[in-house]
């Protein structure tokens, strides 16, 4: 399986508590990690993450984009396989 390191988690942490959805943190890497997995295969794609829950008897949606990267420093044994390093780009909040 692989790997996965979402390289900027405070900014995204940040931006949740910014508008109290602090508590979809894990949520949103879940299906970010997911995403890479099953559906991202080249670098530097950009890709979306769309998490549904209830808070205070209404529906929050909050859509967050991805990209994938190059590691800052290459590993130097290519025997090893290296994470997918992940940067979190925008998030966009909608209640109903």
Request: charged residues 35%; aromatic residues 4%; hydrophobic residues 40%.
């Amino acid at each position: 399986m692989k790997q996965v390191e979402l390289m900027n988690r405070s900014m995204l942490e940040e931006r949740l508590e910014s508008i109290g959805m602090m508590e979809a943190i894990e949520k949103v890497i879940e299906r970010m990690k997911e995403q890479v997995r099953s559906k991202v295969v080249h670098l530097h794609e950009v890709f979306l993450v769309d998490v549904r829950l209830i808070k205070d008897d209404l529906l929050e949606t909050i859509l967050v984009a991805f990209t994938t990267t190059e590691p800052d420093d290459p590993p130097e044994d290519e025997g090893i396989e290296e994470p997918v390093h992940v940067v979190f780009l925008s998030m966009e909040h909608e209640g109903q």
